[in-house]
């Protein structure tokens, strides 16, 4: 598996190796130019360029808003608009920018683009992969929803890879964070620069023990201590709340209710350098699956956080899936 700073450095070679080929890239941008509204499976004609701002991937992500716009491709339109020597001209710069950034971190695709964020959160209900009570948090394995998206979250918070930000902005991939104190604390600064890209940092426990075993005041003294303390060094309390190794029970979404918890996602995969591990039998994503993996490094893994992330999204891109940002949607 090719290092970071090969795919970095070596873009051309990284994309010939992942079999862009020396023609495919130039075929690829005069399909992605000619044809209107290229995108991913929610048709939004955005495609992300390369180069883009942490800014920018906030605003895409319900961040704060760069002070220009994000470059986009015409969706349908008017046919002179699309046919125009302008607009292909535009529709090209974009795609070139977008197929140069993937094959610059080795990815075998660029990554599809979600499609635009609900203009509300979806209403959950009781179904297969959601549990519902009154007066608690739900819990949720799957987020319900018919579109071809899934979802990116990372917990704990040892390895601290800027190289990992750096690629996840670049490539507009959107995650979701969820730290244990005692392993941000030695560097909350790298995850106030996760929240300045658009991705949320949520609770995840102070001292990441198995609730399950605890009573409830200790569970609460967890849940609630590790909401005071991020919203002093991120700037916001969080609304979402996963337990240590997915241990809980009733105590534990009744002290997370206490602190203001509003969801408690787990996941369906697991996701390492080398793999990806799947809960069901087919072996395959499902619209709404979280996807599960961790702020490691090389010490526990064979591989960095950047091959992970390339793991990732080449599995996902193949199975004709996007990446979205779960708190939009819980």
């Known amino acids: 598996m090719e290092s970071s700073s090969d795919s970095r450095t070596n873009g051309g070679s990284a994309g010939r190796r992942r079999g862009w080929g020396r023609n495919g890239l ?25 180069g883009r701002t942490g800014a920018s991937a906030a605003a895409d992500r ?30 090209a710069e974009a795609a070139r920018a977008v197929l140069e950034t993937a094959a610059r971190w080795g990815l075998a695709r660029p990554p ?13 209900v009781a179904a297969q992969g959601v549990k519902l009570a009154d007066g608690v948090p739900p819990v949720v394995h799957r987020v319900p929803t018919d579109e071809r998206i899934v979802f990116l979250t990372v917990d704990d918070g040892a390895e601290k890879d800027p190289e990992f930000n750096r690629m996840a902005a670049e490539l507009g991939i959107p995650l979701s ?18 929240a300045a890209q658009g991705d949320a940092v949520n609770n995840h426990t102070i001292n990441h023990r198995n609730l399950k075993v605890l009573g409830y005041g200790t569970q609460r003294e967890e849940i609630c201590r590790q909401q005071d303390q991020l919203e002093e060094q991120i700037g916001t309390r969080p609304r979402l709340f996963r337990p240590p190794y997915g241990e809980y029970n009733e105590d534990t979404l009744r002290a997370a209710a206490s602190c203001g918890i509003e969801a408690v996602p787990l996941w369906n995969e697991e996701a390492f350098p080398d793999r990806i591990e799947y809960r069901y039998e087919d072996r395959r994503l499902h619209p709404g699956d979280i996807i599960l993996t961790h702020f490691r490094g090389t010490d526990l893994w064979s591989g960095t956080m950047p091959d992970l992330l390339r793991r990732v999204v080449d599995e996902v891109t193949a199975q004709g899936f996007a990446l979205a940002r779960l708190d939009d949607y819980l």
């Open 26 to 50: 130039a075929a690829a941008v005069c399909l992605a130019a000619a044809v209107a509204g290229c995108a991913g499976p929610g048709g939004s004609g955005e495609v992300r360029p390369a």
């Open 177 to 194: 964070a969820f730290v244990a104190d005692y392993l941000a604390r030695p560097d909350y600064g790298y995850f106030r620069a996760l």
């Open 112 to 124: 599809l683009s979600a499609p635009p964020r609900p203009a509300s959160r979806p209403e959950l």
């Open 62 to 91: 319900g961040g704060p808003r760069p002070p220009a716009a994000p470059v986009v491709l015409p969706g349908p339109a008017r046919a002179e608009e699309e046919t125009s020597g302008e607009a292909v001209a535009r529709r």
